[in-house]
């Protein structure tokens, strides 16, 4: 039997690891979706939407580090791949997109439905060919998937409808991708520099981040040696939560006031495998050690002082010997004491009985949540309670990442996944449904906006046709909030942010899921128990209240009044 251009690159990429190709079929696909269908190793995802398969094979390079795999055919499929891809890149996760583009014969004359690949891909990928004759099999192939795994980003490798199909050569190698490339081991002078700065240190608060998350247990050990409060990033959650006695949470505006003390109060900052970007919440003037396993990143965010260009594990397993025990907690107990308090009046505005709990939530309650919604913290609480140790996140950007981060705990083998670097909305359905492909036994949670999960409504049928039972929590509560928050600390009324929904639960239903709408806050509990002990995709639409409050961590006088008078308006605009 001949060997194919489709054919070899859909058994190397099998024979590499890859167990699902996610995309909308289309003609110059077709030698490719016939080889997959062909493959038993590879099973084909059809979404609704493009965009949604790239997030999907994203989520799962995300979780497994093996290369994920997208597909969209000629022109406008291939254009709706941009945003997950997008988000890929910025994720620095290896995928592989494969575009179709127009017959040969037909390239560069306007041809219909045709784009300039090479021109549209040039800004978000780190390799970006097309591929025209047999005769360069398998070396473009090679040299696309080694480029995602080396620079850690996206390969696209367009493939004309009138080429997937030809014959290889018989005597053509198959083709063998290179592994990824380890990061470099930690230079002598590099550490006896940051020992240095460390021994001499009067209080030293850490910084980690995602990058740090297999250095979990050097880096408690650090903290010990050091007493040192340890600052978590968004993305560092997985690896730092859970019993953790050095934690102090979240800066940036998702962050307590625990952390912004830890990073105020030190004199030496230890950054390690982060690259945090909201400069404002970095200390004036401290010294800094960044560790961190690629160059490029030293020193993007704040000025470094001293920098470790290595792998966090291999740099603090080198630093724990240089280093005294400190005996002096008084740094770490006060940041600790702050964040202690933070959580425990966090974890008083999550309980469903808050209302009613004394004047000051009777107060706030007549300001901010004036006709007893569900408060998004009491979901997130919930949801936190409820679901197995060993679940997966996914997480809409805005207001449900705000919850997210404040209460749920990513403890056990908890992961998690968000358009974190990106931004996106719409990321966390998607995510959700590559992370269940992976493993269909393994609970899958989409915390869900109601803005992000309306633009991609589609692929919830996704979940259904391929059996993937993921549990998508809505927090409905009818407007773009984070947009609403931004505009009304800015002292603007709210204007453009309110969501007409339907009743998404319904919608839901009709498209196959088990589901359930929400409006009681003391049915809460019960229907995010119910969600995950069903067996298939579930949503559950929760009517959150749209005017709650997420206070910064060191809010700002301005941020305050902002509100107050944004507010007012509202209030006269309503009433004229």
């Known amino acids: 039997m001949s060997r ?21 079929v289309g003609d110059a696909l077709n030698p490719l979706t016939d080889a997959i269908r062909t493959e038993e190793r590879v099973e084909w995802i059809g979404v609704r939407h493009e965009e949604a398969g790239a997030f999907a094979a994203s989520a799962q390079s995300q979780l497994t580090g093996t290369i994920g795999v997208c597909m969209g055919t000629v022109g406008p499929g291939s254009l709706h791949l941009l945003n997950g891809l997008y988000d890929a890149q910025k994720s620095h996760t290896p995928m592989l997109a494969i575009c179709g583009q127009v017959p040969t014969a037909e390239i560069g004359t306007d041809y219909f439905q045709e784009i300039h ?7 978000v990928a780190v390799w970006n060919q097309t591929l025209t004759s047999p005769d360069q099999m398998p070396q473009m192939l090679e040299q696309a998937v080694n480029a995602a795994y080396a620079e850690r980003g996206v390969a696209v490798l367009t493939i004309p409808g009138d080429v997937g199909g030809l014959d290889v050569h018989d005597d053509a190698p198959a083709p063998r991708f290179a592994p990824a490339p380890r990061p470099p081991l930690p230079d002598e002078e590099q550490l006896a520099a940051a020992a240095s700065a460390l021994q001499d240190a009067h209080s030293v608060t850490m910084l980690v981040g995602q990058g740090a998350a297999g250095a979990r247990n050097e880096a408690l050990a650090l903290a010990a040696r050091l ?60 010294t ?7 160059a490029q990143h030293i020193g993007r965010r704040v000025s470094v002082d001293v920098a470790v260009v290595a792998d966090a594990a291999d740099a603090l397993s080198a630093l724990l010997p240089q280093l005294d025990v400190r005996a002096d907690t008084a740094h770490l107990e006060a940041a600790r004491s702050t964040y202690g308090a933070w959580r425990e009046r966090q974890r008083k505005v999550a309980d469903p009985d808050y209302e009613d709990s004394g004047l000051v939530a009777k107060v706030r309650s007549v300001f901010d949540n004036p006709d007893d919604r569900i408060r998004p913290e009491a979901l997130a609480a919930a949801v936190d309670r409820h679901a197995p140790d060993d679940a997966v996140f996914t997480v809409d950007t805005g207001m449900s990442t705000t919850w997210l981060a404040r209460f749920v705990e990513m403890r056990g083998q908890r992961e998690l996944i968000g358009s974190f670097n990106l931004g996106s909305m719409a990321n966390a359905l998607p995510q959700a449904l590559g992370a269940q492909a992976l493993d269909r036994t393994r609970s899958v949670v989409s915390m869900s906006g109601d803005g992000g999960l309306m633009m991609l409504l589609g692929d919830l049928r996704t979940a259904v046709a391929f059996r993937l039972p993921i549990v998508v929590v809505v927090f409905d509560n009818a407007s773009l909030g984070m947009v609403q928050l931004e505009q009304q600390e ?27 709408r929400v409006e009681d806050p003391g049915a809460v509990d019960d229907a995010v128990a119910w969600a995950f002990a069903q067996d298939g995709p579930v949503l559950l639409d929760v009517i959150t ?20 008078v944004a507010k007012i308006t509202e209030a006269v605009e309503s009433r004229s």
């Not at 800094?288 to 690629?294: E, L, T």
């Not at 209240?545 to 107050?564: C, L, T």
């Open 545 to 564: 209240n749209p005017d709650e409050i997420a206070v910064p961590p060191h809010p700002r006088a301005s941020q305050a009044w902002g509100y107050a």
């Open 227 to 286: 007493q040192a409060p340890m600052v978590v990033t968004l993305k560092g959650k997985p690896g730092f939560e859970g019993h953790n006695p050095y934690e102090v949470g979240q800066a940036g505006l998702l962050g307590n006031p625990g952390a912004i003390e830890a990073l105020s109060s030190c004199d030496v900052l230890l950054m390690v495998g982060t690259d945090f970007p909201y400069r404002e919440f970095y200390p004036s003037d401290a």
């Open 4 to 24: 194919t251009i489709a054919g070899d690159i859909v058994t190397a990429l099998a024979d590499h690891g890859v167990t699902q190709v996610w995309g909308v």
């Open 490 to 516: 800015a002292g603007q009324a709210s204007f453009g942010t309110e969501l007409d929904n339907p009743d998404l639960a319904a919608v839901a239903a009709a498209m196959g899921l088990q589901a359930r």
């Open 288 to 294: 800094v050690i960044q560790i961190d396993a690629r």
């Open 117 to 123: 690949n090479d021109r549209v891909f040039d800004d």
